[in-house]
């Protein structure tokens, strides 16, 4: 059964600061996995999908990278903002996406 | 339309109440997947359907829970006779092709069911 971990479960830094989110997951038999952004009483937006054959995407100040033989996703946010502050989830998609618990982001100005 | 679109926004039931959460996927979608969100948790998987076929219904916690999207676009999650332990956020996504081949899931902004 898969199961997909994300450390830290909490993550309190100050504006501008680099910082990486972990993400690792059980069964390497993946087709993708997508890292979404969810901010509270609000549904979930995707931020980057990597497919299984990929190792890295990025999108403007993020970056995710992708190991499927050792099950680890990082997602990394450059020069962080108050505005990244959010939940951050990642899942993976075996034949149903199966999600973490989230890491709740907090940057403070 | 442009994204996922779900109703109603917020739902408060009396327990033993029944209720009806509806799922207006992306259009020309083919996959639409609920998922159920317990406060402080990550989505859980309930059921998924390709086209108007339920593939999947290994999620759904009781049978108090029914799906349906019979005509393979908007869905309908019934969930008879509410429990306390049914409140979360239940969330609708779909896919142009399930998933697989890179194309990733777009959720909507999810039904919040109170159950009182």
């Known amino acids: 059964k898969q199961e997909v971990t994300q450390i830290p479960a909490a993550l309190s830094v100050p504006e501008g600061e680099n910082l990486v989110l972990n993400c690792s997951f059980t069964?390497?038999?993946?087709?993708?996995l997508q890292w979404f952004r969810q901010d509270p009483g609000k549904g979930l937006t995707s931020l980057l999908l990597?497919?299984?054959?990929?190792r890295e995407q990025t999108s403007g100040r993020l970056n995710a990278s992708l190991d499927k033989s050792s099950g680890r996703s990082t997602l990394y946010i450059a020069a962080s903002q108050p505005g990244d502050s959010a939940t951050y989830l990642c899942a993976v998609f075996g034949g149903k996406l199966i999600f973490g618990q989230g890491t709740e982001l907090s940057v403070k100005p | 339309g442009a994204g996922v679109s779900q109703s109603p926004r917020y739902k408060v039931a009396k327990r033993g109440q029944d209720v009806a959460l509806r799922c207006d996927p992306i259009s020309g979608h083919v996959s639409l997947f609920w998922y159920q969100q317990a406060l402080g948790q990550g989505p859980e998987f309930l059921t998924y359907f390709q086209n108007e076929a339920q593939l999947d219904k290994s999620g759904l916690p009781s049978d108090r829970f029914f799906a349906e999207r019979p005509e393979g676009s908007v869905s309908t999650l019934k969930i008879q006779r509410t429990q306390q332990e049914d409140s979360a956020v239940y969330l609708c996504?779909?896919?142009?092709?399930?998933?697989?081949?890179?194309?990733?899931?777009?959720f909507g902004s999810g039904t919040r069911l109170t159950v009182v």
């Open positions: 996504a779909s896919s142009l092709a399930g998933g697989v081949g890179g194309y990733g899931y777009t």
């Open positions: 069964d390497s038999a993946i087709y993708n």
């Open positions: 990597i497919q299984s054959s990929q």
